[in-house]
């Protein structure tokens, strides 16, 4: 990742964060992807009334660049309205681990724009082997 993909990453993620609907928590998160091809997917967290079917801003833009025809991610940043970092949840971490290429990093991005980078495969050390199940 170049600084400069770098850069316009962790800025999608911050603009998406903008569109969050999430009127039951108020905690809004953006998040955005880079593709091992340089495109940039963004997306936010989306709510329902019926809580456990909220979707995370990491998912959401997962999704568009899978439906976009993208299927290796090299980077993934996620941000939120607070100081301190937040961490993809678990399914979202399932869900990269499926895109994610050898050498994925996180950036973590507190809301005052300080940055954390970190190995995927550290919050995510054993992904379930998915070439054994591909058919
Ligand atoms: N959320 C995300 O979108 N990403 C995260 O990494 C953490 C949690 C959302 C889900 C829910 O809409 C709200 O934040 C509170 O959990």
Redesign the pocket.
């Known amino acids: 990742m170049t600084t400069a993909q770098r850069r316009e990453l962790i800025a999608r993620a911050v603009a998406a964060k903008e569109t969050s609907y999430?009127p039951y928590?108020r905690?809004r998160?953006g998040a955005a992807v880079l593709t091992d091809d340089g495109n940039i997917f963004d997306g936010c967290?989306v709510?329902n009334a019926s809580y456990g079917l909220?979707i995370?801003?990491?998912r959401n833009a997962i999704f568009r660049m899978a439906h976009a025809g993208h299927r290796s991610l090299v980077a993934v940043a996620?941000t939120s309205d607070h100081t301190s970092f937040?961490?993809?949840?678990g399914a979202?971490r399932q869900v990269i681990a499926e895109f994610a290429a050898k050498g994925t990093v996180v950036l973590l991005v507190s809301a005052k724009g300080r940055v954390k980078r970190v190995p995927f495969e550290r919050i995510f050390p054993t992904p379930p082997d998915l070439a054994s199940l591909k058919k």
């Open positions: 999430s928590s905690f998160v967290n709510e909220a995370c801003a990491e996620v937040i961490t993809p949840c979202c």
